[in-house]
């Protein structure tokens, strides 16, 4: 299965990145290089990858607040983490980690 992901305009090579998967919000922080504390794109444990923070969500607009249910939390660890999103998860990640690692060659 895929998702629809779409990358917010802005400042987006490496760094503080917003977007959206399908129905849901996203941003990460996503670095040049991986890290130690990176998210590891093969089994979604903390380790070495890009992605050092990850926040994918839903904003619930209530009469007098807006209500934001999290679906996944990662902070060199993760604090939230839905199972029943996994895959989403996993794609996004993989994602990510793919667009962000292409470099050019001449």
């Not at 209500?67 to 199972?83: E, G, M, P, Q, S």
Request: charged share 25%; glycine share 6%.
């Amino acid at each position: 299965m895929s998702w629809n992901i779409k990358i917010l305009p802005g400042k987006n090579r490496y760094g503080y990145i917003k977007g959206e998967i399908d129905y849901f919000h996203w941003y990460a922080l996503v670095h040049k290089d991986s890290v130690s504390f990176g998210i590891d794109p093969i089994n979604l444990e903390g380790g070495y990858g890009r992605i050092s923070r990850l926040c994918v969500y839903k904003d619930i607009p209530m009469s007098s607040y807006t209500k934001r249910l999290i679906y996944a939390n990662y902070k060199r660890r993760w604090d939230v983490f839905n199972t029943s999103y996994e895959d989403m998860i996993r794609y996004l990640v993989e994602y990510l980690e793919r667009i962000y690692s292409i470099k050019l060659v001449k």
